[in-house]
């Protein structure tokens, strides 16, 4: 079965950095686009970034272009989020999702399996 766990969250300073990890298992890592999401205290849920299936393609929602990288090893099955020049508003609980086809989605509903989340804490 599809299985994504998260790692790499934590408690940041405004300004600082972290990296997220996703390892992905259960099915055929390099033919699926990937994505990861977030959901901050008491809100709803936001997505935050793509990338297609051999890592040619990514997008970001306006909330963290040039703040936030995504990237991926398709020979470890691992899909990354750089998150730079935090803001207190980064605080969410961080989601990798799954997308069924090798395309960049935005819509979380369309997100076919998902991990347990990653907490991430900017403050100071």
């Known amino acids: 079965q599809v299985q994504l766990v998260e790692s790499g969250g934590g408690l940041a300073q405004p300004g600082g950095s972290l990296r997220l990890s996703c390892a992905a298992s259960?099915?055929?890592?390099?033919?699926?686009?990937m994505s990861w999401a977030r959901q901050a205290p008491g809100k709803g849920l936001e997505w935050v970034s793509g990338?297609?299936?051999?890592?040619?393609?990514?997008l970001y929602a306006n909330s963290v272009k040039g703040r936030f990288t995504i990237s991926r090893d398709n020979a470890k099955n691992t899909v990354y989020l750089q998150m730079n020049s935090l803001k207190p508003e980064d605080t969410a609980l961080y989601y990798c999702?799954?997308?069924?086809?090798?395309?960049?989605?935005?819509?979380?509903?369309?997100?076919?399996?998902w991990g347990q989340g990653t907490l991430v804490t900017v403050s100071s």
């Open positions: 999702a799954k997308v069924p086809g090798v395309a960049i989605e935005e819509v979380p509903g369309a997100l076919d399996a």
């Open positions: 259960g099915f055929t890592f390099r033919r699926y686009a």
């Open positions: 990338i297609d299936s051999d890592g040619s393609d990514t």
